[in-house]
């Protein structure tokens, strides 16, 4: 796809992002765009107070298609999966959750869209009595925004598939951000809380690794 600032405007980008990108390009394909604005994230962070990771992410979710954007998102979920289960290792409610809606992926029966439903809230139920009982502890509330974000990347990514059928056309843009905003919680709390829990967890490659699944899925 080609992306310019028609293109940018029609899908709904900030301000901000539209007034960079026609600072830096006329057009340009979108897998090129993704894999060259990296270099720009000092000047997008200092210039605009934003992320060019999260700008990168929402690109590739509008312009992927319903289970291509659950894909990405469901991706990014089990990249902090290891953080939350180092923590809490005996509970696999953010696992199963995400669990479910690969299945959905393969097979999107009624049946399976129930389970995403059942998974989605134990999910749920896990980062809230994490966030409830350990915010005290400034160890362990770093962990548990990671347990945060595995549990509602996993959950947003079931709603998101859960809901597909009944969702309209008009609704696709609030989707992909959706998906978007699920992997970015993620990466964010990969990168930034698990370091302060312990530094052996962290991966500064996490934002890396989700932008690069990101540009494989759209050469599908």
Known sequence: MIINREKLEKLGACKEAIVFFSSKYDQIEEVALLRDVVQYKEEVCNKHGADIYEWCYWLIANTLDHVGRVRFSVYAAELVLPVFEKQYPE????????????????????????????????????????????????????????????????????????????????????????????????????????AKADPSTADPSTKDKILVYGIELLKE
């Open 91 to 194: 509970d696999l409610r953010p696992r199963k959750a995400i669990d479910s809606v690969k299945t959905w992926i393969l097979d999107p029966s009624p049946e399976n869209r129930q389970a995403i439903k059942t998974a989605r809230n134990a999910a749920r139920n896990a980062a809230v009595y994490y966030a409830t009982v350990y915010y005290a502890d400034t160890a362990a509330w770093a962990a548990d925004t990671a347990a945060w974000a595995a549990a509602k990347a996993a959950a947003w990514a079931a709603d998101t598939a859960a809901w597909a059928a009944a969702r309209a056309a008009a609704k696709a843009a609030y989707d992909a951000a959706y998906d978007a905003y699920a992997a970015y919680k993620a990466a964010w709390a990969a990168d930034a809380w698990a």
